[in-house]
Structure formats: C-alpha cells, structure tokens
C-alpha cells in the first residue's frame, strides 16, 4: 500500500511547482490559470529518523534514502488541476478534478499567500487568502453533499421495497471516500442526529457532508509564495487567527525548495531537502550568490522551505500515518549484510498483525508473535506500532 498526498487549490496557486520542487519532476508551471488539465503522480519523501544508529548501524535502504541519519521515505503526490468556485457544478474544468481527488488520502491545499491571484487565478493584487481557503472548503462540502443526498435517495428505493440502513447506503454510495457504515453511524451521532434522513434538515445534511469530508479527505494548507513580503504579512494575520483554529497551516516557499534542490544537483551546494540552511560549494555568479543568500534567510525565519514540512504534516499529522522498520531481534544486520532494507508506512493504529498482513498474507497466516527490536520484548498480535518501531514477525513457516 502507499499513501497519496493531493495537491488541491485555485489555478496558479503554485500546485504544479510545488508537486516538482518536491518531486524534482519537470510538469509545466505558468502564471495562467488551468496550466495543468491532466493529474500527474510523481514520487516525493518524508523524513523518518533513521533506527540503524541506535543499533550502532548504517542502514541500506532498498527505496528512497538516508542522509545524515535522516531516511527519506517515497510516497506518492498528485498535481490535479486548478478549481474555481462553482466546480462542483460543471465551472473551471469542473468535476473531473474531483474524480482526481478520489484516489487521494490526504490533501495539501496550496495558497497563495501572496494575494497576486483572484479567486479564478488570474493575476491581480491585494486579493485575500481567506477567501481562498473558505471556498475550497465549501466546494469540497457541496460535493460531498451531492453524493450524500444520492446516498439518501438510495435508501429510499430501497427502504421501498427491503429493509435498509441509511449508515449502510450512505456507505455504499460514498465507497470512493473510504468510509465504512460504522464510521458513518459514528459521524451522524456525533452530531446529535438519528438514524433517519427524514428528520435531517437542510443544514444538518450540509453539516453532515462537511464533517464526512473532514474525516475522510483530512488537509493541510501549505500557505505558499512566502518569499514575497505581501505573503509574509497575509501570513501573519491568518496563521494564528482563531477562526481557523481547525487547520494547520505550513509556510512554503516551492520556488526556493526547487532552487536549492536545482544549484544541489549542479553540485553548487549541499543541501538535504526539510533543512533550514545549506552550504555553497562551488563558484556562483554574484547574482546566484544574492538570490541564494535570500533564500538562505527565508529558510532560517521560517526553519526551511515548507515543502518537506507540508508533506510531513499531511502524512504524520493529518492521517497519522507510522513508519515501521521490519528488524530482528539479533542485530539490524541481514544473513545478506542488508540493514534495516525497509522502512513501511502504515495507517494509524495499526497493530503486529496488520503489520504481518501487510508483508505478506502467509506471514500474517502464520503469524506467532512480534518482537520489539529495540527493547527484545515480545509482543502480542494486538499491540497497536508505534513511529519508528522496529519489530520483528515470528511465525509458525
Ligand atoms: N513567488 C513565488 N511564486 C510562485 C511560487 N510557486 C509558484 N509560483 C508562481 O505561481 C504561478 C503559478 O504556478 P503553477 O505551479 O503553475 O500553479 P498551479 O497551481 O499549478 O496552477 P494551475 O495548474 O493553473 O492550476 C507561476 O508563475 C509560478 O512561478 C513560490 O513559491 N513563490
Ligand atoms: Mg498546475
């Protein structure tokens, strides 16, 4: 299994530069809204600790890399096209974006900070990033509304002619998001409503849609262009308003991260993609030398670009994603002399056996116990894994 991250927002908000600073892709960026019409997927990382030195150890990795003791785990980004207000009705490039976002498990909604874009993503000034990330909120909810009601309707036919649950055709008809009929059943209560569509008014159905949608597509918001000073004023006002005290927000700059990822690969300078400062090693002209040295006090103010940080909130904050390492309780070290191969991503609460299960069907088959690398301790099927555990499956083969 692995994790897709989608890159949601208005046009020309920086989702495209954003996907390739992170991923080192090369898909067209451009200050014109609808640059990008087709998804792509690409590979980015999140930083995990390495185990290998606590086991006095340099680990091996089998995908991704590790540098300075810091594993960078692959995992997947997706750049869908921009949506404007009214998608959900067919504007912009309307619905298919929406499809795009199925086959996402968390979303990044890029802003732009900066206020040099309208709501549609043509150029203008002094627009404001509140508006922004209201609206995408509510085109998210207006979808998930429409499928809601579907969900509803399917009940009725239904309730017709069989026995139905609500919990069970709402399920079925939002599969796309991953829900199931206990955590439906967990939502509508949670709100204080019953079991039956014919008491939910207008507002509790919106209510409803809003907090399935917050469940099963969580966000951050990567608040990017912060190398402007209209961004970093905009930022100043809204991060740490209350009103948006159910959303994290990541200051980014995609531009900076794709420039020092750009010099690092000239061998310009030595940089490790989520760091707050890098080092000049080789001869730059005095204007690379000036545009690096604001780069350079960008990422000590805001501790790095924001791109590593952005995925890492989506990932281990939103979803609670954990990263498992598959060790042995004799050493980290391979009878093949590999040492610590793989680091997994794993949903949240996932247990020894989910953890067997996801290595292998026969290994979760056959499975006896889990072993606590670190500490020798054995544990049982049920324990829920912590980040950055390394356990080892026993099993009868
Ligand atoms: N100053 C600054 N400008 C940026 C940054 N990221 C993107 N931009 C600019 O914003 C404009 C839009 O960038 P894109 O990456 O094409 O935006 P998009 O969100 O993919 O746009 P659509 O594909 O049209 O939805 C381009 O002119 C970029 O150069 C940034 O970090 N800082
Ligand atoms: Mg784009």
New binding site residues.
């Given amino acids: 299994m692995s994790y897709r991250i989608g890159l949601v927002?208005?046009?020309?908000?920086?989702?495209?530069?954003?996907f390739n600073a992170a991923t080192m892709n090369d898909v067209?960026?451009?200050?014109?809204?609808?640059?990008?019409i087709d998804p792509s997927v690409g590979e980015a990382y999140v930083r995990v600790e390495c185990a290998a030195p606590e086991f006095g150890d340099t680990c091996t990795p089998e995908t991704g890399f590790c540098r300075h003791g810091t594993r960078f785990v692959p995992t997947k980004l997706v750049?869908v096209?921009?949506l404007i207000p009214g998608a959900h009705e067919g504007k912009g490039l309307g619905n298919q974006f929406l499809t795009d976002l199925n086959e996402t498990d968390v979303l990044i909604h890029?802003v732009?900070f900066?206020g040099t874009t309208d709501v549609e993503?043509e150029a203008t000034e002094g627009h404001d990033p509140r508006e922004d990330i209201a609206f995408l909120e509510e085109e998210l909810d207006m979808w998930y509304l429409e499928i809601l009601e579907k969900g509803i309707e399917r009940y009725e036919n239904a309730y017709r002619g069989a026995e139905a649950e609500i919990e069970e055709s709402l399920a079925e008809q939002m599969n796309a998001f991953r829900t199931n009929a206990e955590e439906i059943t967990q939502v509508v209560l949670s709100l204080g409503l019953e079991l039956d569509p014919e008491t939910w008014d207008a507002a509790d159905r919106l209510e409803l849609a809003r907090e399935i949608r917050r469940r099963t597509k969580p966000m951050v918001i990567a608040a990017?262009?912060?190398?402007?000073p209209e961004a970093q004023a905009n930022y100043e006002g809204i991060a740490s308003d209350p009103e948006y005290d159910h959303l994290s927000f990541v200051p980014?700059?995609?531009?900076?991260e794709k420039a020092l990822k750009t010099a690092a690969e000239r061998g310009v300078v030595e940089y490790t993609p989520g760091d707050d400062d890098f080092e000049v090693t080789g001869d730059l002209s005095m204007e690379q030398r000036r545009g690096l040295e604001r780069i350079r006090d960008f990422a000590s103010e805001y501790g790095g670009t924001g791109v590593q940080r952005a995925l890492e909130a989506a990932l281990f904050d939103e979803l609670g994603v954990v990263a498992v390492f598959p060790g042995s309780a004799r050493g980290v070290k391979t009878s093949e002399g590999k040492v610590l191969r793989d680091c997994f991503l794993l949903p949240s609460n996932a247990t020894t056996e989910d953890f067997a299960y996801f290595l292998h069907t026969d290994i979760g088959d056959g499975l006896l116990y889990g072993v606590d690398c670190r500490t020798k301790r054995q544990i049982g099927s049920g324990h829920e894994l912590s980040h950055r555990d390394v356990v080892e499956i026993v099993t009868t083969n």
């Fill in positions: 927002g208005k046009p020309s908000v920086g989702k495209s530069s954003l067209p960026e451009g200050a014109y809204p609808f640059t990008t750049d096209a921009g890029v732009d900066s993503g990017n262009k912060m190398d402007t980014v700059s995609a531009h900076a």
